[in-house]
Structures are given as structure tokens and as C-alpha cells.
């Protein structure tokens, strides 16, 4: 069984840069794309973008200026950046696992809620 | 304001088929796959339906999903209270180069 396991600060302060890793185990890091997808509280899901696992990228339009996504497949774990964030990315951040078809996300991170605040 | 399209909410009693849409356009439902997840308060989505119409292992057979032109559906038949949560529609959109998502549908058991 695949286990994804989001880790990194609860709350970023406006304009700063909001950092989370994925650390994935029971599986191989390879032949996937490693995705963050996030949900604002009481919202619906946001696509923000994916690594392969050769460190190729896609970023959702909306937020590409401001993301960065890499992989270390050395350690498993896949990060997210997202730079100059303000209130309207308080968000619960999800990791997840898709395939070749994009929207196949078969296994997912439980979830980190970050907080913009100062 | 989504790229998919879904009803913010339906509703249906115990036992009765339930249908929920999913609206989009030749870039994304039109040409790719379509995706459902089931969400349950506090907790990750999980697949519920991929490739349109394909059902995962573990999920109950009175679930089916359908896509026509730039429209899909998943169906509930016979359904329970257990049935209750948001569900989504996903597909890639060619034109964004991405991943779109529906806006979610509530769906409350009477």
C-alpha cells in the first residue's frame, strides 16, 4: 500500500513562502506524476501542479508565477513552493499520486491545513 | 467558478437512483477521461469512478458512471445513508494543460 504523508509549517505569514513536503512510502517514486492538490475551507479542490518523477512539471495557470514543485527521489518525497502567498491560500494542502491520465489520483496524502496569517 | 460544471447539491431517499452531472467542454470531458471522488468531512477524496465508467475495486456496483460529448454523469442506485458526502468530477483540460475539477455536488440521504 502506497502511504503519502504531508509535513511542513501550520502557519505562513502573508507574502512569505509556503513550503510542504511529501514523503511517500510503500512504493516506488517512479513512472508517476506527484501532485498537490489543495481545498479551501468549505471549498472545492484546486489542482496546483505535479512533478514527474524525472523532474518535469506542470503547473495550473493561475498559479504558475508563484509554484514550484520538485522531486528527490533519493529520499521518496516530492516539496511544494508557493511564493508571495496571501489569506485566500489558506488552504487544506493534499499530496497525491496520479497516472498517465492526469486526473487518476488513486492514492493521497491525509491532508495539512496551512493558515495565512501574521 | 469551475472549469467542470455540477449541481451544488441533490438528494435523494433510501433506495432511490440518484444522478449527478458533470458539465464541461470539448478541452476537457469532450477528450479525456473523467474522474469521481467520493469526500467525506475531514478526510481525503478518494476515486470513485475512473475512465468514465470504470468502478474500482471496493466500490459498491450501485455505482456507475457515464460521459456523452462534453457531459458525464455518475448514478447511485439504491441509495444509503453511508452514500452521503461531496462528490467531484475531474478530467485534464487540453487547452489549460491541466488538471480541472468540478465544484462539487453535496449529496444528502433524506
Redesign the interface.
Known sequence: QVLLQESGPGLVKPSETLSLTCSVSGGSISNYYW?WIRQPPGK????I?YVYYNGNT????SLKSRVTISVDTSKTQFSLKLSSVTAADTAVY?C?R?GQ??????F????TLVSVSS | QSVLNQPPSASGTPGQRVTISCSGSRSNVGSNYVYWYLQRPGTAPKVYMYRNSQRPSGVPDRFSGSKSGTSASLAISGLRSEDEAEYYCAAWDDSLNGVVFGGGTRLTVL
Open positions: 501532485s472545492g479542490l484546486e489542482w501542479g506542470k503547473y495550473s495557470p493534499y497525491a496520479a491520465d492526469g486526473p487518476d489520483f488513486e493521497w496524502g491525509q491532508g
